[in-house]
C-alpha cells in the first residue's frame, strides 16, 4: 500500500492550488484522510481530515479557504485551496489512520510531501 500526493507548486497570494492523493493496492476501504503541513522547526500540524462517510474537520487558520473531499471509488483525496497566503508555505502531507486492503489492514500510512510555496 502506498499514498501518492501530487499537485504543489508556486503560486502568488490569494491564488490557488488543488493537491490529489491516491493510495494504491488491492484496498477495500479507508477510514479517515487526512492533510497535514510542516514547516522547518516546527510540528507537522492537522490541515483538514475526512472521514469515508463524508464528515470533514479544518484548522482554524484554513476555514473558509480550503475544502477536503475524497472519492473512495478511486481512493483519493483531495485539498482545494483557495486564498493562499505566504504563511500557508509548507510541505504538505496526506494521511491514512487505516487502510483495509487484501493483506489485512495498515494503520498511519504518510505520502511523500508535496511542496506549496505561496510568494507575497
Known amino acids: 500500500v502506498q499514498l501518492q500526493a501530487s499537485g504543489g507548486g508556486l503560486v502568488q497570494a490569494g491564488g490557488s492550488l488543488r493537491l490529489s492523493c491516491a493510495a494504491s493496492g488491492n484496498i477495500f476501504s479507508i477510514n479517515v484522510m487526512a492533510w497535514y503541513r510542516q514547516t522547518p522547526g516546527k510540528q507537522r500540524e492537522l490541515v483538514a481530515k475526512?472521514?469515508?462517510?463524508?464528515?470533514?474537520n479544518y484548522a482554524d487558520s484554513v476555514k473558509g479557504r480550503f475544502t477536503i473531499s475524497r472519492d473512495n471509488a478511486r481512493n483519493t483525496v483531495y485539498l482545494q485551496m483557495n486564498s493562499l497566503k505566504p504563511e500557508d508555505t509548507a510541505v504538505y502531507y496526506c494521511?491514512?489512520?487505516?487502510?483495509?486492503?487484501?493483506?489485512?489492514?495498515?494503520?498511519?500510512?504518510w505520502g511523500q510531501g508535496t511542496q506549496v510555496t505561496v510568494s507575497s
Open positions: 494521511n491514512a489512520d487505516r487502510i483495509f486492503w487484501s493483506r489485512g489492514s495498515v494503520y498511519d500510512q
Open positions: 475526512i472521514t469515508a462517510g463524508g464528515s470533514t
